[in-house]
């Protein structure tokens, strides 16, 4: 595998739920981030990982917890979702470079959660 | 006032015309610079990366200014495999990057 990975690539689940999406990168970066996009809508930043360490936290409800056991992966566990966090959840990764200069970021072809 | 704003769109050009986004950031202290293409419903790919002496990718050209804090991507020759969003992207340092609302192009026969 070549890249970066998400599974599962779509999910439907109910408000009771308890699933999560798993991310893997093969690029040997060192940052990882969780993106949320609703249909027709920008790019929102929910989670970024350096070196495992969560730096960013954009006021994501606590109802979506990240977990980064190494700087490879990346999970989103999700329990007790709304309609509206029915999305398309893109991972992405990205090399951080001497004196913390930002790399460009690869994604994944995302995960697609509906919500019922 | 957002942090980095594109030109909202969208974009109706025929083929073969030549089309320009332009982009603006408010941080001074951005370090690096992106722009990426998101096809409906699918992942926004790395297009070409934007450096202060400008870049050119076959027809695709970004030009940086970093003291009026602007970015552009110009399009030459449009096809029609080049209609899709367009996302401006900046970087400040440790991995904070900010994607801009993405400016839409349809290029028609």
């Known amino acids: 595998e070549t890249g970066v990975t998400q599974t599962p690539r779509h999910l439907v689940m109910g408000m009771t739920n308890k699933k999560s999406l798993k991310c893997e990168q093969h690029l040997g970066h060192n940052a990882m981030y969780w993106y949320k996009q609703s249909a027709k809508k920008p790019l929102e930043l929910m989670f970024v990982?350096?070196?495992?360490?969560?730096?960013e936290n954009n006021s994501v409800p606590s109802r979506f917890s990240p977990e980064c056991p190494n700087s490879s992966h990346l999970f989103l566990h999700l329990h007790t979702l709304q309609p509206e966090d029915s999305a398309l959840y893109l991972c992405a990764s990205s090399r951080i470079g001497q004196r913390a200069y930002s790399y460009e970021q690869y994604f994944g072809p995302g995960t697609r959660l509906t919500v019922t | 006032r957002k942090e980095v704003e594109q030109d909202p769109g969208p974009f109706n050009v025929p083929e073969g015309a030549t089309v320009a986004f332009n982009c603006t950031y408010s941080?001074?202290?951005?370090?690096?610079f992106f722009w990426y293409r998101q096809d409906c419903r699918k992942e926004p790919k790395l297009l070409m990366s934007v450096y202060s002496s400008g870049n050119e990718d076959g027809r695709f050209t970004a030009q940086l200014n970093r003291a009026s804090q602007y970015i552009s991507l110009l399009i030459r020759d449009s096809k029609l495999s080049d209609s899709a969003t367009y996302l401006c992207?900046?970087?400040?340092?440790?991995?904070?990057?900010?994607f801009g609302d993405g400016t839409t192009l349809t290029v028609k026969p």
């Open positions: 992207v900046v970087n400040t340092n440790a991995g904070k990057s900010t």
């Open positions: 990982y350096n070196f495992k360490e969560q730096t």
């Open positions: 941080n001074s202290a951005s370090q690096s």
